[in-house]
């Protein structure tokens, strides 16, 4: 188990972008580089001056907006506790923020078994790119080498870094999915002085979001299961395990895993559980 306190973690600026810049990120956790189940979470912070063309993934997101507005395409801004589930294969945008916004994002490897970049392979990829071309609102640019001329900035680090031409999944979802956590209505669960809310499940995966709530002097073990999962506390203090958690702590528990809950002040969170590719 891993618990993480945003407020011990520096924010970074963008660099070496394949995308247009105005973003800076507290890489808050990072999974294991190559595999299946690689990812980040991370918490984005918007100047405004952020854009990305339409595009899709090859890897699954979801996002958290914290403040300010997101914009995902030119009808579509991700307002305030809204979070949204961007499935691999399914293209959104253009996106091009009119404002400062802070978004918790996770990035992961979807069903597909895909897997997910890690951040030195795209650090690495975009620079030697960068030596060949040149990436412009969010499409790189060649003007060396063999390959295209005009591509999306995202496809050709991947396929920079893996030397493969990246196959994008058929789209299990016609547009991402978009939900208001507060119209969920809680539900009474299995340990006193906790409440549970299912936000939804996503693919042949299950991948899994839910909310929870603990009374103050409420304690709660989830099961351990065979997968990764995340917990992001919206308000509240206490401790899991050994470690001391806060507003905007992430815990992260691996498969087979256990973290026990204590709440000291009433607590809310959003978990989300991805099982293993295995």
């Known amino acids: 188990m ?15 972008s394949h995308r247009n810049g105005g973003l800076e990120f507290k890489t808050i956790l990072t999974g294991a580089e190559g595999t299946p189940e690689n990812y980040w979470l991370t918490l984005a912070k918007g100047d405004g001056h952020f854009f990305s063309p339409r595009h899709r993934h090859n890897f699954d997101q979801i996002r958290m907006c914290m403040a300010g507005r997101t914009s995902i395409d030119p009808k579509k801004f991700m307002e305030p506790g809204e979070i949204g589930y961007f499935p691999e294969g399914t293209p959104y945008g253009p996106q091009k923020d009119e404002g400062e916004n802070i978004t918790l994002v996770l990035q992961f490897g ?3 078994r895909s897997g997910f970049l890690s951040r030195r392979q795209l650090r690495q990829s975009t620079a030697e790119l ?31 870094a893996t030397g493969r031409k990246l196959a994008y999944p058929a789209p ?16 009474p669960a299995e340990t006193a002085g906790l409440r549970r809310k299912t936000l939804g499940v996503f693919t042949e995966r299950e991948t899994r979001l839910e909310g929870f ?13 065979r ?25 992260e528990t691996i498969a087979g895993e256990q973290a026990v809950y204590h709440a000291a002040t009433r607590t809310e969170a959003i978990r989300i559980v991805i099982p293993m590719l295995g």
């Open 2 to 16: 891993r618990a993480v306190r945003i407020e011990d973690v520096e924010w970074e600026a963008m660099q070496n």
């Open 110 to 112: 979807a069903a597909s």
């Open 130 to 160: 960068g030596a060949i071309g040149e990436f412009k609102a969010g499409v790189f640019h060649r003007t060396e080498g063999v390959g295209r001329i005009n591509q999306d900035g995202f496809e050709a680090v991947w396929e920079h």
């Open 172 to 187: 299990r979802y016609e547009s991402p999915i978009f939900m208001h956590p507060d119209n969920f209505a809680w539900r």
């Open 213 to 225: 709530e603990l009374e103050a002097g409420a304690k709660w073990s989830p099961s351990p299961e």
């Open 227 to 251: 997968a990764i999962s995340f917990a992001f506390v919206l308000t509240g203090t206490g401790t899991v395990g050994a470690e001391e958690y806060r507003r905007q702590t992430s815990v």
